[in-house]
């Protein structure tokens, strides 16, 4: 299947600082798709990008959508305690029915 | 309301035994997934239904049987467990078609085999 490398594998920051993560693939996407996961929880939805070179924003997370539609960027600004927990990225292809996700980062934001 | 449910939270079984995991979706969506973590929180999708009809069949031992009697329920049936098929287990479920692509889980299902 599909390949998707996502990175770093893990961040310590601290409160008030900014983060990036990244995810590349071998294979083009037609959505990307940013997921935060809490423990005990199942993912859940941040950002969802349709178009090559869109960028969106939610709140303080920002995301982009590649122009090769291979690869996409979530930023968080000003990080808080609450944003503690694994963010995946996801590719879906044209039909929809094969999500695939990235490994994870995992976010420690100290107080 | 609970979109996506899934019963049990927690089933801790010996090896050897057959158990199943429930999942419901209240969203109206047609497509409903089963996807496993492992311990390094890797997400592997396993099926896909839509409509009740089978979409996707990863590479998942045939001990595994997924079941969708409408189109609102998939459970999943585990034959002879084995240790390694501890991990979590979620279920998801999208509109396929749709300007959303966004898929729904459930909290999971920890799975644990002794």
């Known amino acids: 299947g599909q390949q998707l490398n996502q990175s770093p594998q893990s961040m310590f920051i601290q409160e008030g600082e900014d983060v990036s993560m990244n995810c590349t693939s071998s294979s083009i996407f037609n959505t990307w798709l940013w997921y935060k996961q809490e423990p005990g929880e199942g993912p859940v939805l941040l950002i969802a990008?349709?178009?090559?070179?869109e960028l969106t924003s939610n709140g303080r997370l920002t995301a982009q959508f590649g122009i090769t539609r291979k690869d996409s960027f979530l930023n968080i600004s000003a990080s808080i305690p609450s944003d503690v927990g694994i963010y995946f990225c996801?590719?879906?292809?044209?039909?929809?029915?094969?999500?695939?996700f990235g490994a994870g980062t995992r976010l420690t934001v100290k107080p | 309301d609970t979109a996506v449910s899934q019963t049990p939270k927690y089933l801790v079984t010996q090896m050897g035994n057959d158990k199943s995991i429930k999942c419901e979706q209240n969203?109206?969506?047609?497509?409903m997934y089963w996807y496993k973590q492992d311990s390094k929180k890797f997400l592997k999708i396993m099926f896909s239904?839509?409509?009740?009809?089978?979409?996707i069949n990863e590479t998942v031992p045939n001990r595994f049987s997924p079941k969708s009697p409408d189109k609102a329920h998939l459970n999943l049936h585990i034959n002879s467990l084995e240790l390694g098929d501890s991990a979590v287990y979620f279920c998801?479920?999208?509109?396929?078609?749709?300007?959303?692509?966004?898929?729904?889980f459930g909290s999971g299902t920890r799975l644990t085999v002794v």
């Open positions: 996801a590719g879906l292809r044209y039909n929809n029915n094969d999500m695939r």
């Open positions: 990008l349709y178009k090559a070179g």
């Open positions: 239904y839509n409509n009740k009809e089978l979409i």
């Open positions: 998801a479920s999208s509109l396929s078609g749709g300007a959303n692509y966004g898929y729904t």
């Open positions: 969203l109206g969506h047609d497509t």
